[in-house]
C-alpha cells in the first residue's frame, strides 16, 4: 500500500487558534493536518521542517475585503488563506473560485437602495450596474436572487455619506430588518456595512450578524453593551487611510518584507494617498480606536478585516497591519491572532479551518519569532501551506 509521505514541523511554537503550545510536533499529509503533540517524534522518510525559534499559526483569513482578479494569489503570499470579500461581481468571484491562492468566499452583490452607498463603484467602472432595493416587500425575492447566483452570505450596506461628505440615499430600517430575516430564513448569516453609530445601532436592531466596519463618527460608550451576539470587523487600517493621516499604506509599501510580493497595483494602491473627502465630512478616527478596546473590554467577537481593495491597502499585507493596530488598540496578541483565525472561522461556519487541530485543512503560516509576544513578527514569513502545499515563493 502507498502511503503518503508526512510533513512534520518539528519542535515548533504553536497558537493552535485558541491556545498555544509551547514546543510541540504537528504532522500533515494529504492536506489536513494529522496530529498535533508534544510526544510525536518524526518517522523515517518525513518531510521535516524545523521550528526551534519559529511560530505555526493557522492560515490567516480576512474577514473583509473586495476581491478582483490577482488579490488571491497576493493574499495567500502573505499567510491570509481564505478571504471573505464583501461585495463584488458575482460572476467575476465565481471566476475566481479555487484560484491558486487564498481560498474565497463572497457577499456577491450588496443590498443598497437605488443611488445609495456603493453604487459609485458602478459609476467608476469598477462594478457593472447591479440590482437594488426598495421596500420590505423586495427583501426576499432579492435575497433568493442573492444566493442563487452564488452568495456565501449577504451584505447590506447602511451608509448616509455624513461621514464622507458624500451624502447618499439610505435603507429604511424596516427594509433592513426583512433583508436579515430573509437571510436568516435560507440559514445564511448578513453583514452589515454601518460607519455611524446610528447605523450600527439600526443594523444591530435588524438582527445582523456582523458589522462591517466600527462606526467612526462619533464616541458612543454605551454601544458596547448593546451589540449582543453582534460580531465586529474594526477594519482599522482602512478607517485611518479614509480618515487619518493616511500614512499606514506608504509604511507597508517601503517595508522590506512586503515589498518584494506586491504587485504593481498594490503599490499604487498603498501609495496613493489621501482619500479625497466632501466638505462637512463627520468622522473621530480616535474615537473609532476607542471603541475598539471598548468592545474588547465588553466581550464583543472582533473579526479582522483589511477592506482590500481601498485606497492605502493591498491584500495580504494590511491585514498584518490590522492585526498590529487592534494591539494598539487593546487588544493582546493572542486576541488579535484569533480575530484572524478561529474567530472568522466560527461566525462565518468554516469548520474545517481557522485552528490547527487533527483533521483540519492543512493552511497554515509559519513565522520567526513569537507573534503572541510581539504581532509585528506575523510578516515574518518563514513559509505558507494552502492545503498542505507549500507556497511558492514562500
Known amino acids: 500500500m502507498h502511503v503518503s509521505k508526512r510533513l512534520v514541523f518539528r519542535n515548533v511554537r504553536v497558537f493552535t487558534g485558541d491556545t498555544t503550545l509551547r514546543s510541540a510536533n504537528v504532522a500533515v499529509s494529504g492536506g489536513v493536518i494529522l496530529s498535533l503533540g508534544e510526544d510525536l517524534p518524526p518517522a523515517p522518510g518525513d518531510e521535516v521542517i524545523e521550528g526551534r525559534g519559529r511560530t505555526l499559526l493557522p492560515g490567516l483569513i480576512d474577514a473583509h475585503a473586495h476581491v478582483f482578479p490577482g488579490d488571491l494569489e497576493q493574499a495567500a503570499l502573505f499567510g491570509v488563506t481564505t478571504v471573505l470579500d464583501m461585495m463584488s461581481d458575482p460572476v467575476q468571484a465565481n471566476a475566481l473560485r479555487g484560484s491558486a491562492g487564498a481560498d474565497l468566499r463572497t457577499a456577491g452583490t ?182 475598539v478596546a471598548e468592545f474588547r473590554d465588553a466581550g464583543v467577537t472582533l473579526l479582522a478585516g483589511s477592506d482590500a481593495s481601498n485606497v492605502g491597502t493591498a491584500h495580504g499585507a494590511t491585514l498584518h497591519r490590522e492585526l498590529s493596530l487592534l494591539v494598539a488598540a487593546g487588544l493582546t496578541p493572542r486576541e488579535a491572532l484569533t480575530a484572524a483565525t478561529s474567530a472568522p472561522a466560527d461566525r462565518f461556519a468554516l469548520h474545517d479551518r481557522g485552528r490547527i487541530a487533527p483533521g483540519l485543512r492543512a493552511d497554515l503560516l509559519l513565522v520567526d519569532g513569537d507573534p503572541l509576544a510581539n504581532i509585528d513578527a506575523t510578516l515574518d514569513i518563514a513559509g505558507v501551506w494552502l492545503g498542505g502545499r507549500r507556497l511558492p515563493g514562500r
Open 110 to 291: 450588496a443590498a443598497t437602495v437605488p443611488g445609495g452607498y456603493g453604487w459609485y463603484l458602478v459609476d467608476m467602472g469598477l462594478l457593472p450596474p447591479f440590482p437594488t432595493v426598495v421596500s420590505p416587500d423586495e427583501a426576499d425575492a432579492f435575497v433568493a436572487s442573492r444566493f442563487a447566483e452564488g452568495s456565501d452570505y449577504l451584505k447590506i450596506l447602511l451608509d448616509d455619506g455624513s461621514t464622507t461628505g458624500m451624502p447618499t440615499p439610505s435603507m429604511a430600517a424596516e427594509t433592513a430588518g426583512a433583508l436579515v430575516s430573509a437571510a436568516h430564513d435560507r440559514g445564511k448569516i448578513a453583514i452589515a456595512h454601518a460607519l455611524t453609530a446610528e447605523t450600527a445601532r439600526q443594523a444591530v436592531r435588524a438582527g445582523a450578524d456582523v458589522l462591517g466596519h466600527v462606526f467612526v463618527d462619533r464616541p458612543d460608550p454605551s454601544a458596547a453593551h448593546e451589540l449582543g451576539e453582534t460580531a465586529v470587523v474594526p477594519t482599522l487600517a482602512v478607517l485611518g487611510e479614509l480618515f487619518g493621516p493616511g500614512t499606514g499604506g506608504k509604511a507597508l509599501a517601503a517595508d522590506p518584507r512586503v515589498s518584494p510580493y506586491l504587485t504593481e497595483g498594490s503599490r499604487r494602491m498603498l501609495t496613493m494617498g489621501p482619500y479625497p473627502l466632501g466638505e462637512g465630512a463627520r468622522h473621530d478616527l480616535t474615537a473609532a480606536t476607542r471603541t
